[in-house]
């Protein structure tokens, strides 16, 4: 009786002593409160390629800061940062990868309600919201020197000021891309007309061939679902997808039809040469007959019949549907049809996996390369290895980048798993098993990534803390099984994100034994979805400069193999070596087009033709830097995946407004840049540098008619470093993905084949009203609605003002433009423009679609 007294009595002073703990940090939090405002001064600055940036800060709490109680981390997307012109009362600092840190020089006070400004410089111009510093928080000292508290600088109390000069949304003297103003939106939209609905493209993508007549047939559940043996799969979806559009069950049968209906079933086709994924879609009186060449071929003529369902009754589902009568001949252009994802950067959860793989199978793309190991995150439960998430999946702040954590990356903040951020998460074998399971399903091959030797930081921090605990526990032997580092390594890089420590060791058996580690265990979640694995993807981009130059294993390695010569030539030693070990596991290689060059004596990157025949299949993303390297590649016999980051890389911002979300290293990537791509002939697409140069061709490599053979196909990317959560994602992937998706399947258009730029340039402005056309009044608003919505991209309206009428059209004709001039936001119920209208004033646009979705407000002053 006594002992549960005190034990209660215990626990309710535990509660009160925790609660006041709690209550004296909050009181810490509130009463350490800093504003902060951060500026891009200029990008036209003295420094080429250079920027001029400013911190203003606010002591807003009762506590004076000085040189030694606080710092200021933050990420930031990777620059170096220049040595200070004038002195400054503190100091930005890059700490490793987006890591940086303001720290008080000395001397530095700053009373409470004071506020002070921190100039600073750096390379690599900003231009983008998406640029300025996330993820701020600030760390307190005590007397000390030692962390007293974090805290976390709120919404509120952070202001990024606008971008409105064009200093600012350029990216120097040399960045010729014109700014994206009303005004030039307004004469770029010129070139697209609004067509009538009967002109529309019928499918997205475009099918080999397809006729219609004016006869319909009414499809409601009346119609039963007949499937041939196999083809259940197929049948249960279409019938779920119906369901869902009409609110009634069709049902599903096996054997001989009594009635007309829906009819699934494979047979001999072939479409175009093609009979792999091949179908035919006939809808008449007797009903809809679907005839693919496998199951896929089925999968994909079901799909079909999906896309010439009305927008109409996506927007409003109805028991009936109306359908015309067609027939639909088709086969996809290229048997790889690819999109990349990044959940390493910034995670993504398992129903948005989910949802994307729905979105993919839809405009039949059918790999999906899953990139889960990055440098700031390995998102795969590994059995035997749980480090790689218990560290390695989780980012949070650290004293130093030597500890057994991953440090904030990307805006992810200090605390692990906070809510709003995207640094921490991982999939567990079971959520990776479903996702497998899922996408069999949507025919639809996943092809796991572990990107290695470079891009390596969050296995390297995992392993590390793995031999530290087994060093701890005494088993040398086994803490040495999987480390990844030489331990006496003192090479100095920089990798292309701003990490000094991201690469392995090529020289450590370990290292090898780490990545078969891997392999086995993802081949066993393969095997446990009932799935063969049969590719692997093994990375192998971006290893910088310097590295192995400074490693006695490394140089161990050189000596034993003199015909190496160099260290930069070691990633050559070390994709040969793990290609064996993937070979014997009956595995093609897929990876980064550098991991099959090797550097010249100049530094520069030429092609290694050691692994052609070799089961090794690179992807080619650089056709801006070296421009004809996928036709070379292709030309020497290798198989190659497409994936120009010109055309294909849809974390390319959409355009240089600041306020769309996204990277320009590469220039500027929106739809038309996804739909207009001649794969065989890539400097008909191509015509500008990064920087909006015209770019010259000559000299170059054209692909040899013989090689096409060699184009697998091609593939799409979304790499993360800017995309927080699932709406920014789909609102870089849509409408993206839908021409990439035209690229991909489509058979070769016409203008692909036309030499004269002129003549080319002419037949592909019509081609791209038609798509432009057909994405406005049908695809999009029907994405509004399919799996309970996605979120995607309305461009904003273009307006020109002559003699203060406001003249305005948009990108996607069938779009609508609503106005306001009081200045509040328009919305569905604003005025609907039809005609160059007078107002003075401010005026705002938005362009809405048939689902009532809108883009963001143009905003104009009219004199």
């Not at 800060?57 to 200070?84: C, E, G």
């Not at 003297?173 to 005004?183: K, N, Q, R, V």
């Not at 997205?204 to 409601?220: Q, R």
Request: hydrophobic share 35%; charged share 25%.
């Amino acid at each position: 009786m006594r002992t549960g007294f005190y034990a209660t009595l215990f626990a309710l002073l535990i509660i009160c002593l925790n609660g006041c703990r709690q209550a004296e940090k909050s009181s810490i939090d509130e009463g350490r409160q800093l504003a902060i405002s951060w500026e891009l001064v200029s990008n036209f600055t003295d420094t080429k390629d250079g920027f001029d940036a400013r911190f203003k800060l606010t002591n807003k709490s009762d506590v004076a800061l000085t040189d030694a109680n606080w710092a200021l981390f933050f990420n930031m997307s990777p620059r170096p940062i220049l040595p200070a012109k004038t002195p400054q009362p503190a100091t930005v600092q890059h700490i490793n990868g987006d890591w940086y840190k303001l720290t008080p020089n000395q001397g530095f006070s700053l009373a409470p309600g004071a506020s002070t400004e921190v100039l600073y410089q750096g390379t690599e111009a900003v231009t983008k919201v998406t640029d300025a510093p996330l993820g701020l928080y600030v760390v307190y000292y005590d007397k000390d020197g030692k962390e007293e508290n974090i805290v976390q600088i709120a919404q509120a109390n952070y202001t990024i000021v606008p971008f409105t000069r064009k200093e600012q949304m350029l990216r120097g003297t040399g960045d010729l891309y014109p700014l994206a103003t009303s005004e030039n939106t307004y004469q770029n939209n010129l070139a697209v007309s609004l067509l009538p609905v009967e002109q529309l493209q019928k499918i997205i993508p475009s099918p080999v061939k397809l006729t219609t007549s004016a006869s319909v047939l009414t499809l409601n559940s009346s119609l039963p679902i007949y499937a041939e043996k196999g083809l259940e799969s197929e049948a249960n979806f279409l019938s779920q997808k119906l369901k869902t559009l009409t609110g009634k069950d069709f049902s599903v049968n096996a054997g001989t039809a009594t009635t007309k209906g829906i009819f699934l079933k494979t047979g001999k086709i072939s479409i175009n040469g093609v009979a792999k994924e091949a179908y035919r879609l006939g809808i008449d009186g007797n009903g809809v007959s679907i005839v693919g060449s496998d199951a896929a071929g089925v999968f994909y003529g079901v799909q079909s019949l999906l896309a010439l369902i009305p927008t109409t009754t996506y927007l409003t589902p109805s028991a009936d549907i109306p359908l015309n009568y067609v027939q639909v001949d088709d086969a996809p252009r290229f048997e790889f049809r690819g999109m990349h994802l990044d959940v390493s950067r910034n995670f993504q959860t398992k129903e948005t996996i989910l949802r994307l793989l729905d979105l993919l199978a839809f405009y039949k793309v059918n790999k999906f390369l899953f990139y889960t190991t990055e440098d700031e995150g390995w998102r795969l439960e590994i059995d035997g290895l749980p480090e790689l998430t218990k560290v390695g999946a989780q980012r949070e702040h650290t004293s130093g980048k030597e500890t057994a954590v991953l440090h904030p990356a990307y805006g992810s903040g200090p605390k692990a798993y906070d809510e709003g951020k995207y640094g921490s998460g991982y999939y567990t074998k079971a959520d990776f098993i479903d996702i497998l399971k899922y996408a069999k399903e949507r025919h639809i091959k996943v092809i796991p990534e572990v990107n290695l030797p470079g891009h390596a930081r969050a296995a390297i921090k995992a392993m590390e803390a793995r031999y530290d605990r087994l060093m701890k526990e005494g088993k040398e032997k086994e803490a040495n099984e999987y480390r990844l580092i030489d331990p006496n390594d003192n090479s100095v890089y920089l990798s292309a994100q701003g990490y000094t420590d991201n690469v392995v060791s090529v020289g450590l058996e370990s290292t090898y034994h780490f990545y078969e580690k891997v392999v086995d265990e993802i081949t066993k979640m393969y095997k446990e979805a009932g799935l063969p694995m049969d590719v692997m993807h093994a990375g192998g981009d971006e290893v910088p400069d310097g590295v192995w130059t400074k490693s006695p294993i490394a140089a161990n390695v050189l000596k034993a193999n003199p015909t190496i010569k160099d260290p930069k030539n070691l990633q050559a030693y070390f994709f040969g070596k793990l290609r064996e070990r993937l070979a014997k596991r009956n595995l093609e290689v897929h990876a980064w087009e550098e991991a099959v060059l090797v550097k010249a004596t100049d530094g520069k990157l030429v092609m290694n033709p050691e692994f052609v025949g070799k089961g090794v299949v690179p992807y080619v993303w650089n056709n801006l830097f070296d421009i004809d390297l996928g036709n070379r590649l292709a030309n020497a016999g290798y198989p190659v995946v497409l994936c120009n980051v010109s055309n294909f890389y849809f974390d390319m911002a959409y355009n240089n407004d600041p306020q769309e979300p996204g990277l320009y290293w590469a220039g500027y990537v929106d739809t038309r840049n996804n739909w207009a791509f001649a794969p065989f002939d890539m400097f008909k697409t191509t015509y500008k540098t990064s920087m909006g140069k015209p770019l010259s061709f000559a000299w170059l490599e054209r692909m040899k008619p013989e090689a096409r053979k060699n184009v697998r196909g091609i593939e799409s990317q979304l790499w993360s470093e800017t995309v927080k959560g699932r709406d920014m994602a789909e609102y870089d992937m849509l409408p993206k993905l839908l021409g990439f998706a035209e690229s991909a399947w489509a058979p070769e258009r016409p203008w692909e084949t036309i030499e004269n730029r002129q003549a080319r340039e002419t037949s592909m402005k019509t081609g791209w009203n038609v798509f432009a056309n057909t994405l406005a009044q049908k695809d999009l608003p029907r994405l509004a609605h399919i799996n309970g919505g996605y979120t995607y991209r309305l461009p904003l309206p273009g307006v020109h003002i002559e003699k203060g009428m406001v003249n305005a059209n948009v990108e996607l004709p069938g779009l609508r433009i609503r106005y306001t001039t009081d200045g509040s936001e328009p919305t569905a119920q604003s005025p609907v423009y039809k005609s160059p209208v007078k107002v003075s004033g401010t005026v705002k646009l938005r362009s809405f679609d048939a689902a009532g979705r809108s883009s963001r407000s143009a905003v104009v002053v009219v004199p």
